[in-house]
């Protein structure tokens, strides 16, 4: 990854210390990191200079050892420079704010997508397409889109309902 050669803004550093903070008191084995490309080299030049508790794995992700016994991979996610046009709705959060449900679905179903053939999601029960559909109203005309098409056939009747 290349070298970062820019400062990290006060107000951005203390989000992304918050953000590590959160990460290592969650219960959960998963945790998707979205920032600008000058956080994401920082963050990864401070697992590469041996953050305590960090590592990578075999496959370059991000590992975290969290103190409750169970390890976290983090899933780095770059959003471009500067202002932030994906993200819909920003939510209040110690001091910050953090991106809305419907935003954090969304990105998390990219995140779920990515690794598998064919990129479509597996089939969802009807509490996970209740949440789906809730996300797309508040996506443009062209996510709602991508998301019928990442639906596919496997959610075909949630898929035609966002066209």
């Known amino acids: 990854m290349p070298k970062s050669n820019q400062n990290i803004p006060a107000p951005l550093r203390e989000a992304l210390l918050e953000c590590f903070d959160a990460a290592t008191q969650l219960r959960t084995e998963d945790v998707d990191i979205a920032a600008p490309p000058a956080a994401l080299i920082d963050i990864w030049e401070g697992v590469s200079s041996g953050a305590q508790s960090f590592s990578f794995e075999s496959d370059g992700k991000i590992a975290f050892d969290a103190p409750q ?3 976290v991979r983090l899933d780095l996610i770059e959003i471009g420079n500067g202002y ?3 993200i819909y709705l920003a939510e209040p959060f110690r001091g910050g704010s953090v991106a809305s449900m419907s935003d954090l679905l969304r990105l998390r ?3 779920v997508v990515e690794p598998r053939e064919g990129q479509v999601l597996p089939g969802l029960d009807f509490q996970e397409l209740g949440y789906v ?3 797309a109203s508040c996506l443009g005309v062209l996510d709602r889109l991508v ?3 990442v639906l596919g056939a496997n959610n075909s009747a949630a898929a035609y309902g966002l066209l």
């Open 69 to 71: 016994g169970f390890r």
């Open 109 to 111: 179903a990219v995140t």
């Open 84 to 86: 932030i046009e994906r």
């Open 133 to 135: 559909m809730g996300a």
């Open 147 to 149: 998301l019928s098409a």
